[in-house]
């Protein structure tokens, strides 16, 4: 099973390149200092040119980057999506320094964000799965369960479509397990 829906927001999951997906968001797995980087933050900002960077530039300067949990949002440049919402997620320690909470945060923030700028669709990716060594299953857990508590509290949300975009088959499983345990 690849789909739920909650209320009038449709999840799914999908194996792929997120930043190939038409929503009005895609998420980016950042570092705090909204430069880019490895993994999905690089490939986001190379695929999105240099108006994402200067954005992320400007909020730096701002605000002196991102912090873990927190999350913030940029045009998406040349990506087929509109906006870019960057959110940091923990780095894995053993599990001992609140980093559970802290991918659940970048779930909500980000959601948050998308619901100020009205968007109907987002993608996520496997936040902090890469090198941040985030256990997948466990993180998997956390993302799915996040994003449906987040919508079952917020049923005026006009999100109708959230994306998972597991970037191999390892997490898509993980995902698709999480999700027919969450049908039952």
Request: glycine share 10%.
């Amino acid at each position: 099973m690849n789909h739920i829906q909650i209320g009038q927001t449709h999840i799914q999951l999908l194996q792929g390149d997120i930043t190939v997906q038409q929503v009005d968001a895609i998420v980016n797995a950042a570092n705090s200092s909204l430069l880019g980087g490895g993994g999905v933050d690089g490939a986001i900002h190379r695929a999105g040119g240099s108006a994402i960077l200067e954005e992320c530039q400007q909020i730096r300067n701002r605000q002196g980057g991102c912090a873990t949990g927190d999350a913030v949002i940029t045009t998406a440049g040349r990506l087929p999506a509109k906006h870019v919402i960057h959110t940091v997620g923990p780095v894995w320690n053993g599990g001992s320094n609140n980093e559970r909470q802290l991918l659940a945060d970048c779930y909500v923030h980000s959601l948050q964000l998308a619901d100020e700028h009205q968007l109907i669709s987002i993608a996520f990716p496997n936040i902090s799965t890469g090198i941040y060594d985030f256990p997948k299953k466990e993180a998997a857990i956390i993302a799915l369960q996040t994003v449906k508590e987040y919508i079952e509290q917020h049923p005026d949300t006009l999100l109708q479509q959230i994306i998972f975009v597991c970037y191999d088959a390892d997490n898509l499983t993980l995902y698709e397990q999480q999700i027919q345990a969450m049908n039952v």
